[in-house]
C-alpha cells in the first residue's frame, strides 16, 4: 500500500504568513500590518485556546472577531490601490478570514448558550456550567501526588530546604528530582520539541502495559493538550479544499472547526442512534463514495472513543471493521481517545484501536497508518488547564515522521510543566509506594462518583416528558434527545431560532443550567438534542435534574398539542 499521508510542510499557515508578510512589504502605508501577518497565530491560539478556560472569554472571542474585521478592512483598502499582483494574497486574506469566521461560529461549546450564560452570570444569576468537560471548573479537587511533584519542580529551591520532607511525602520529592534530571534546566527551559525523551520513554511504557505490545518513544511526540496535537496532524494531512476528513456526526467541534481553519472539507458519517450511537461501515461507504464523486480526495478518518458528544464505547469488532476500511481505502486513522479512562459500565472496556490493529496481525498491522490522542485534562485528572497531551503514530514512514517533528519545532516545546503531568498520569504511583494508597483512594473516589453521576443523569432525563437518552457509557456527557412538539418549533422559528437552541436557551433562562444545543455538534435534520456534562457535583445532581425535569415538563405542556414531534 502506497503511503497515505504526503506532508505538505508548506501548510496554510506558512503560506499566510509568508505571503502576508511579502504584502505588508509590498504596502508601507499599510498601517497595521502586525495585525494581518498575526493573524495566522492569533487563530491558531484561539482555537486551542476554546478549550483553555483562561484564555477563552468571551471578551477574547469578540476582541478578535472585531480584530479580524478591522484587519480584513485594512487589508482590503490598501490592497485596492495596488495591481493585480497582490490580487491572489487578498484571497488568500479572504478565506482565511472566512475559514476563522466559520471556525469560530461553529464552536459551540462557546456559542450563543455560553455568552448569554456569562451574562446571566453578571447580573448575579447562579449558573452552573455543563457546557465544557472542565471538571476542577466544577469543583472537582486535584488529586495530591502530581501536584506535589509538579509543586517541586516549579519551586526547586524547596528541595534544599531542609524541612521539605515535612511537606511533602518521600516519593514525590524523589519523582521531582527525577523529572528535574530529565530537563537540561528545569521547568523554564524549553524541551526538545517533541517533548522531554524521559516522559516520552514512560509513555511508550504506559502504552506498552496497556496493549501488550512494543511503543517507540520516537513515535510519541508530547503536545499542550491533544487539541494542538489534533490540530498539528491535521495541518499535515491537509492540503487544501479538496483533501477530506471523515468527521463522526454528531462530532466535537475541535475536529469541524480545525478542518474549517485549515480549508480542508469536512466528510460527515452519522453514529446511529438507534443502535446506541454505533458506527455502521456501510454508512462510512457511502460517505465516502459520495465525497469522492464530488471530487474530495479523502485522505483520513477520526473516530472519538469514547464518544463526544455521545458518550458511547465501540466494540473491539467495530474498531476492527473500521480499521479494515481504513487498510482498503488509504485512510490515516487519528483515534481520538481522550476519554479512556471515563468508563461507566462493564460491557464494554476500553480497547485502544492500536491494541485492536496488532491484534489483527499483518497486513493491517504492518500498514494501516494510526495516530491515537491522549490527554491529562479528562480521565480522573482532569486538569485542563495544564494543557497536556501526547499522540503516537504508528506505521508512519520515518521521512513523515520527520516532516511532522519540523512542523512541531515551529512552536519550540510543548509546555515542560504539562509534559510532567503526562509523565505522572503514566506512570502514577505503585503498590508500596508511599503515595499509592492516597492517590488510589483518591481517583477510585472520582471514578466512582463519575459513574454514579452518569446514571443519576441519563435515569433524570429519561424520566422527563418527551426526553430519551442513551446510558453514557463512557466520556463525560450526556446527549439526550429531545422530542419537540410542533407548537415549540413555531415559536422557535417565531423568535428566528434554531430549534435546539430556543429550547437550551430557556431552559437557561429558567434553571440557570448552561448546556449546548445539539446543532452544535451535527445530529440529523429534524432530530434535536442538547448535550450536558455529568460532571456537576454529586450531592448537586438531584437538584439539578429536578429542576430540569420541572422546566422540561412545563415547557412540554406549553408547546404540546399531542401531535407529530419531531423525532428519529
Ligand atoms: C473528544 C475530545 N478530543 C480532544 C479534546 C481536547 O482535549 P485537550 O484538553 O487535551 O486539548 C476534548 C476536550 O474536551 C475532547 O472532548
Ligand atoms: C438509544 O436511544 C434510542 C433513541 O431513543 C433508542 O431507539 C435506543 O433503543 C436506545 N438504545 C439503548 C441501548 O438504550
Ligand atoms: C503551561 O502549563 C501551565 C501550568 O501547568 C499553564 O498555566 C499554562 O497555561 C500552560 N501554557 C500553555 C501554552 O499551554
Not at 428566528?496 to 436557551?505: A, I, N
Request: aromatic share 8%; charged share 20%.
Amino acid at each position: 500500500m502506497p503511503i497515505n499521508l504526503n506532508i505538505t510542510v508548506g501548510t496554510i499557515f506558512l503560506l499566510l504568513a509568508v505571503s502576508c508578510q511579502g504584502a505588508a512589504a509590498l504596502m508601507p502605508s499599510l498601517s497595521e500590518p502586525c495585525m494581518v501577518t498575526d493573524f495566522p497565530a492569533l487563530c491558531r491560539g484561539t482555537i486551542n485556546g476554546q478549550t483553555n478556560v483562561n484564555a477563552a472569554t468571551d471578551v477574547a472571542i469578540r476582541e478578535l472577531m472585531k480584530r479580524t474585521r478591522h484587519a480584513r478592512d485594512i487589508a482590503k483598502k490598501e490592497l485596492q490601490v495596488l495591481d493585480g499582483g497582490v490580487a491572489t494574497c487578498l484571497s488568500n486574506f479572504n478565506s482565511a478570514f472566512d475559514n476563522l469566521d466559520k471556525a469560530l461560529k461553529n464552536y459551540a461549546v462557546r456559542g450563543e448558550l455560553y455568552l448569554r450564560a456569562s451574562e446571566l452570570q453578571k447580573e448575579g444569576k447562579k449558573i452552573i456550567f455543563t457546557n465544557v468537560g472542565n471538571p476542577h471548573a466544577l469543583g472537582q479537587k486535584p488529586l495530591t501526588f502530581p501536584r506535589q511533584v509538579v509543586a517541586l519542580c516549579q519551586a526547586p529551591f524547596l528541595l534544599d530546604n531542609p524541612n521539605v520532607g515535612m511537606l511533602f511525602p518521600a516519593d514525590a520529592i524523589a519523582r521531582a528530582k527525577h523529572y528535574l534530571s530529565l530537563t537540561s534546566g528545569g521547568l523554564g527551559a524549553y524541551s526538545d520539541s517533541r517533548g522531554l525523551p524521559g516522559v516520552r520513554k514512560e509513555v511508550a511504557e504506559f502504552i506498552e502495559r496497556r496493549d501488550g505490545y512494543p511503543s517507540d518513544p520516537e513515535l510519541i511526540f508530547l503536545t499542550d493538550g491533544a487539541s494542538k496535537g489534533v490540530m498539528q496532524i491535521l495541518n499535515c494531512v491537509i492540503r487544501g479544499a479538496g483533501d477530506g476528513i471523515l468527521v463522526p456526526v454528531p462530532q466535537y467541534p475541535l475536529y469541524s472547526a480545525t478542518i474549517s481553519l485549515l480549508g480542508g472539507s469536512l466528510v460527515p458519517y452519522y453514529l446511529d442512534e438507534s443502535e446506541n450511537w454505533g458506527l455502521d461501515v456501510n454508512n462510512l461507504r457511502q460517505s465516502v463514495a459520495q465525497a469522492r464523486s464530488q471530487g474530495i480526495s479523502v485522505r483520513a478518518m477520526v473516530i472519538i472513543n469514547p464518544g463526544n458528544p455521545t458518550g458511547q464505547c465501540l466494540s473491539e469488532a467495530n474498531l476492527r471493521e473500521i480499521l479494515r476500511f481504513c487498510y482498503n481505502e488509504k485512510l490515516v486513522l487519528l483515534g481520538d481517545e481522550v476519554y479512556q479512562q471515563n468508563i461507566y459500565q462493564d460491557e464494554r472496556p476500553f480497547i485502544s484501536s492500536k491494541k485492536v490493529l496488532m491484534d489483527m496481525g499483518s497486513p493491517f498491522s504492518k500498514e494501516v497508518q494510526l495516530v491515537s490522542f491522549h490527554t491529562v485534562s479528562k480521565g480522573y485528572w482532569g486538569e485542563c488547564g495544564q494543557r497536556g497531551g501526547y499522540f503516537e503514530m504508528t506505521n508512519f514512514p520515518p521521512r513523515v515522521v520527520e516532516e511532522i517533528y519540523k512542523v512541531a519545532s515551529i512552536a519550540l516545546s510543548p509546555n515542560v510543566s504539562a509534559q510532567i503531568f503526562m509523565g505522572l498520569m503514566v506512570n502514577p504511583p505503585k503498590p508500596g509506594d508511599i503515595s499509592y494508597d492516597q492517590f488510589t483512594r483518591e481517583s477510585k473516589g472520582i471514578l466512582e462518583s463519575l459513574r454514579r453521576r452518569a446514571k443519576i443523569m441519563t435515569d433524570g432525563f429519561n424520566s422527563c416528558k418527551n426526553v430519551v437518552c442513551n446510558f453514557t457509557e463512557g466520556a463525560m456527557y450526556s446527549f439526550p434527545q429531545i422530542r419537540l412538539p410542533p407548537g415549540a418549533l413555531q415559536a422557535a422559528k417565531q423568535a428566528g431560532k434554531v430549534p435546539d437552541v430556543f429550547y437550551c436557551l430557556k431552559l437557561l433562562e429558567a434553571t440557570g443550567i448552561s448546556t449546548v444545543p445539539g446543532s452544535g455538534f451535527g445530529q440529523k435534520e429534524g432530530v434535536f438534542h442538547l448535550r450536558t456534562t455529568i460532571l456537576p457535583a454529586e450531592e448537586e445532581m438531584p437538584e439539578i435534574m429536578d429542576s430540569f425535569k420541572k422546566f422540561n415538563d412545563a415547557f412540554m405542556t406549553q408547546y404540546d398539542n399531542n401531535f407529530g414531534y419531531s423525532r428519529m
